[in-house]
């Protein structure tokens, strides 16, 4: 890893999402709506049943950008993940999903997703 990067196996989302200036990840549901609740923008490589479609809706909220498996080359995620770092508009169009606070909010910027 680069020196102004970090890698840990287990994280308190919720202690350390809003100190991030993007996150990439899995693609999991719980992940990107601590990222959205947090404003922080994101990049999923998208593995696993539902992180496809995950990665889609968010894409479609402009809430991030996402890869396919087959498509996880640093040729394809390096600018996805600086265009990511360069997002000044994120946290305003996350928050709309984001003012909600707790668990019903999590549950509310699901079902919103599911809508879109």
């Known amino acids: 890893?680069?020196?102004?990067?970090?890698?840990?196996?287990?994280?308190?989302?919720?202690?350390?999402?809003?100190?991030?200036?993007?996150?990439?990840?899995?693609?999991?549901?719980?992940?990107?709506?601590r990222a959205v609740a947090a404003g922080v923008p994101q990049v999923l490589l998208a593995h696993g049943f539902d992180r496809a479609d995950n990665g889609?809706?968010?894409?479609?909220?402009?809430l991030g950008s996402w890869l396919p498996e087959r498509r996880w080359?640093?040729?394809?995620?390096?600018?996805?993940?600086?265009?990511?770092?360069?997002?000044?508009?994120?946290?305003?169009?996350?928050?709309?999903?984001a003012v909600r606070p707790g668990l019903p909010a999590a549950a509310e910027a699901v079902e919103e997703l599911l809508k879109h």
């Open 1 to 33: 890893m680069p020196g102004n990067a970090a890698w840990f196996p287990r994280l308190p989302f919720a202690r350390v999402m809003g100190r991030a200036r993007a996150v990439l990840h899995h693609g999991g549901i719980g992940t990107a709506v």
């Open 56 to 62: 889609m809706r968010l894409a479609r909220l402009g």
């Open 73 to 97: 080359t640093p040729e394809e995620i390096v600018p996805l993940l600086r265009a990511a770092l360069a997002d000044q508009g994120y946290r305003e169009r996350a928050l709309p999903y």
